[in-house]
């Protein structure tokens, strides 16, 4: 088993800041890639920005430029640094982690509770 522990969300003025954290812990040999979705009321869950075991990333266009990615490995632990929020920006966020439980295991996949984002205009 593998636990995520997601923290950092709340609320917000527009073109405010908040920091998301999501934490791994458990049976873990290896991180894969790390990331973020959202899921606003009423529409489906989308990506919003994904790190890799070697540190690429990719962003979802609506968040470029604004959101920031980056991953502390010693750590198990997946930061999203999100600048100038948006009203539209408001959301269930969740974090999702790939990992091996063992050197020879598949790639499995673990997602956090969901933090709330709230961005007042």
């Known amino acids: 088993q593998v636990q995520l522990v997601e923290s950092g969300g709340g609320l917000v003025q527009a073109g405010g800041s908040l920091r998301l954290s999501c934490a791994a812990s458990?049976?873990?040999?290896?991180?894969?890639?790390m990331g973020w979705y959202r899921q606003a009321l009423g529409k489906q869950r989308e990506l919003v920005a994904v790190i890799t075991s070697g540190g690429s990333t990719n962003y979802a266009d609506s968040v470029k430029g604004r959101f920031t990615i980056s991953r502390d490995n010693a750590k198990n632990t997946v930061y999203l640094q999100m600048n100038s929020l948006k009203p539209e920006d408001t959301a269930v966020y969740l974090c999702n982690v790939r990992f091996r439980h063992y050197w020879y295991s598949p790639i499995l996949d673990s997602w956090g509770q969901g933090t709330q984002v709230t961005v007042s205009s």
């Open positions: 458990g049976s873990i040999f290896s991180l894969d890639a």
